[in-house]
């Protein structure tokens, strides 16, 4: 996918290999790839498939929303699409800790409280999580962040506050296609000393209902065994208007 102005990617060595995706160093150092691959991961990893077609559909999807964000305003991982599958981005250090808003109740907001699911939440709810698999990424506070050195006090408040922009920028470009934002997560990193966000946003780490028939169009079909998965996830592309081959 490169041209003129864009100089042909070198691929390296696989740094990383993730439940969903690959993350290759490049002839860059600056730049890593990130490879969606169709593998999905659920419950921290104990129940995983391969649905055909949804790495292309989720970095194509995550290419669009991180260049609206982009344009909004919000420091983002995101260089360019390199193939369907792939993409390039800054090669951040990620802090371990996940990023959650909440505009809907849903998902372990309803387990850990008894919150009914569906519930509108009067303002959106910030939460956040360890990123560890091995202890099911247990809830956190500011105080965990600091005292065990995953963030800074500035971290803290940029995260929040830039998870909080992102609800604005994404909750009317959804509503926009009469789909709810429920929820989501965010990962960031440092990027020289800036905090940049990180990872992917897909119907993998956010939950999207449609806005009439509250039909779940994210990661919670596979999560519960509803079926029709890519589908859905190919419908949330295909009502942004993200090109799909
Ligand atoms: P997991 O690690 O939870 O299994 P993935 O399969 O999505 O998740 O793997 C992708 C990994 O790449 C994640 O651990 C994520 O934190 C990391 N990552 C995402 N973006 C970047 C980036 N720009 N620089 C470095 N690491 C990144
Ligand atoms: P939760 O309801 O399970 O806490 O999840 C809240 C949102 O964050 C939901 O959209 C799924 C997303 N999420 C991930 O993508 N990965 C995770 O590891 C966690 C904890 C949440
Ligand atoms: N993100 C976690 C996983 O990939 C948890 C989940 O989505 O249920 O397993």
């Known amino acids: 996918m490169s041209n003129d102005s864009t100089p042909?990617?070198?691929?390296?060595e696989e740094l990383y290999r993730g439940k969903a995706k690959t993350v290759f160093h490049c002839d860059d150092p600056s730049r890593l790839i990130l490879h969606f691959r169709n593998d999905?991961?659920?419950?921290?990893?104990?129940?995983?498939?391969?649905?055909?077609?949804?790495?292309?559909?989720n970095n194509r999807i995550n290419a669009f929303v991180m260049q609206k964000?982009?344009?909004?305003?919000?420091?983002?991982?995101?260089?360019?699409?390199?193939?369907?599958?792939?993409?390039?981005?800054?090669?951040?250090?990620?802090l371990p800790v996940e990023c959650v808003v909440r505009n809907i109740a849903a998902g372990s907001l309803c387990k850990r409280l008894g919150v009914e699911e569906g519930l509108e939440l009067e303002t959106p709810l910030f939460e956040f999580f360890l990123k560890n698999d091995e202890l099911h990424d247990p809830m956190i506070n500011d105080h965990h962040i600091r005292l065990f050195g995953w963030g800074t006090q500035q971290q803290i408040d940029q995260m929040q506050q830039i998870t909080f922009a992102v609800n604005d920028v994404l909750k009317k470009l959804f509503a926009d296609i009469g789909i709810l934002l429920v929820d989501y997560k965010l990962e960031f990193g440092d990027f020289e000393g800036e905090l940049v966000l990180g990872d992917e946003f897909t119907p993998d780490g956010c939950r999207l209902w449609d806005a009439e028939t509250r039909k779940k169009l994210d990661k919670d079909r596979f999560r519960r065994d509803l079926g029709d998965v890519v589908e859905a996830y190919e419908e949330v592309a295909l009502r942004l208007g993200v090109p799909l081959d």
């Open 8 to 12: 042909a990617v070198v691929k390296g």
């Open 40 to 57: 999905t991961s659920a419950f921290d990893g104990e129940k995983i498939e391969q649905l055909n077609r949804k790495g292309e559909i």
């Open 69 to 94: 964000l982009s344009a909004a305003g919000v420091n983002t991982h995101f260089d360019r699409l390199l193939s369907a599958e792939e993409s390039l981005v800054k090669k951040l250090d990620m």
